[in-house]
C-alpha cells in the first residue's frame, strides 16, 4: 500500500503529477487525481476495470476530504455520467452514503462508504487511524481487497447481461464524444472560442448540475466571458434538443444574469428542423461531428 502512503503525502503539496503511481493494481487500471490546473478540494484515487466505459460510473475510489482530514475508500459512483448500472442493490440498501456521513460534503455525496480513515503523517511515515486504532499495512489491503472483490462480483454480472454495455462491447457514442471533447478541449473548435470552468481544481464543466437537469458541458465564452451551454444531441428528436438547449439557457439567465448566454448543438447530420430553428434563435450554433476510421495494412520491412 506505499501508494496510498505517497498518496498522502503529495495531497499536503502543491504537486499535481501522478506519472510516478502505478498503472494497475488486484488487476485494475488505477487512476489518481490531485485536480486539473490547481489544486482540487478532495483528491482521489480510483480503480477501474479496463473493459468498463467510464460512462457506467462505479468503481471502487479513495476520496481524500482534505479539510475533514479524512480518507474514505468508497462504492463511488460518478457524478460525471449518470451510471446505467451501479453497485448490487445491497450497497444502496445497507451502506451509508458520504452525504450523511460528512455534512455538506463539498463534493460525492452520492457514493458509499466502505470504510473511512484519519491519515497522518508522523515524522516521514504515513499512519492510518480509524476511531483512534492505528490501521495495520494488512488490514488496509484486507478493506481494499474486499470492495475490489465485490466489484468484480458486479462486473461479472453485467459480463453475463447481453443487454449490458460491457458484455456487448458498445460504447455510447455520445458518451466517449464528450469525453473526447472534455479531454482534447484545446485542440478543438469549442477550445479556440471557450474556456472550460474548474472551481478548486475540479472541473465542473461536464455535466453541470442545474435545477431542471444537468447541462452537457457549461463553458465561457472567450470573448465576453459569458456562459456558453454546450448539448450533445442524443437519441432525441431535433425540437427536444432545441427545446433542452433554450430551457438550459434560460436558466443560466435567470440564475446568473448572463443576458448573453448562448447555446451549441452538436449533432451527427443536419437536418431542416435544426435549420429553421437556428435561423430563428440567432444565439444558438449547430456543430457536426464525424467519426472516421481508417485501416492502414501494416507491411513487414
Known amino acids: 500500500m506505499d501508494f496510498l502512503k505517497e498518496f498522502i503525502k503529495q495531497t499536503q503539496t502543491g504537486s499535481l503529477k501522478t506519472k510516478d503511481y502505478p498503472k494497475e493494481y488486484l488487476d485494475l487500471k488505477m487512476k489518481v487525481s490531485f485536480g486539473q490546473g490547481s489544486l482540487s478540494r478532495i483528491p482521489w ?77 508522523e515524522g516521514d511515515q504515513v499512519c492510518f487511524y480509524r476511531d483512534d486504532k492505528k490501521i495495520s499495512e494488512e488490514q488496509l489491503l484486507e478493506e481494499l481487497s474486499e470492495i475490489v472483490i465485490f466489484f468484480k462480483t458486479c462486473l461479472d454480472i453485467e459480463v453475463k447481461d447481453e443487454t449490458s454495455s460491457i458484455s456487448s462491447g458498445l460504447f455510447y457514442l455520445e458518451s466517449q ?6 479531454q482534447n478541449w484545446a485542440e478543438t473548435e469549442f477550445g479556440r472560442k471557450y474556456n472550460l470552468i474548474y472551481e478548486g481544481g475540479d472541473l465542473k464543466s461536464q ?85 472516421n476510421f481508417k485501416l492502414n495494412e501494416y507491411k513487414r520491412k
Do not use: C
Not at 96 to 120: C, L, M, Q
Not at 177 to 182: P, Q, R
Open 207 to 291: 455535466q453541470y448540475r442545474t435545477d431542471i437537469g444537468r447541462i452537457d458541458i457549461l463553458a465561457k465564452n472567450k470573448s465576453n466571458d459569458s456562459y456558453v451551454v454546450i448539448e450533445l444531441k442524443r437519441n432525441q428528436t431535433s425540437d427536444d434538443t432545441v427545446g433542452q438547449v433554450t430551457r438550459y439557457m434560460g436558466w443560466i439567465q435567470d440564475k446568473y444574469g448572463d443576458t448573453n448566454v448562448s447555446g451549441v448543438i452538436v449533432a451527427g447530420k443536419y437536418d431542416e428542423k435544426l435549420y429553421y430553428a437556428q435561423k430563428m434563435l440567432k444565439n444558438i450554433e449547430v456543430f457536426l461531428y464525424e467519426v
Open 177 to 182: 464524444l464528450e469525453d473526447f471533447l472534455i
Open 45 to 121: 484515487v480510483a480503480l477501474r476495470s479496463p473493459d468498463m466505459p467510464v460512462s457506467n460510473g462505479y468503481n471502487p475510489v479513495y476520496l481524500f476530504y482534505k479539510e475533514q482530514g479524512l480518507l474514505i475508500l468508497s462504492y463511488g459512483i460518478s457524478e460525471t455520467h449518470i451510471p446505467e448500472k451501479s453497485w448490487a442493490p445491497s450497497i444502496h440498501e445497507t451502506k451509508t452514503k458520504i452525504i450523511d456521513f460528512i455534512e455538506n460534503p463539498y463534493r460525492y455525496g452520492d457514493s458509499y462508504v466502505h470504510k473511512h480513515y484519519e491519515p497522518k503523517i
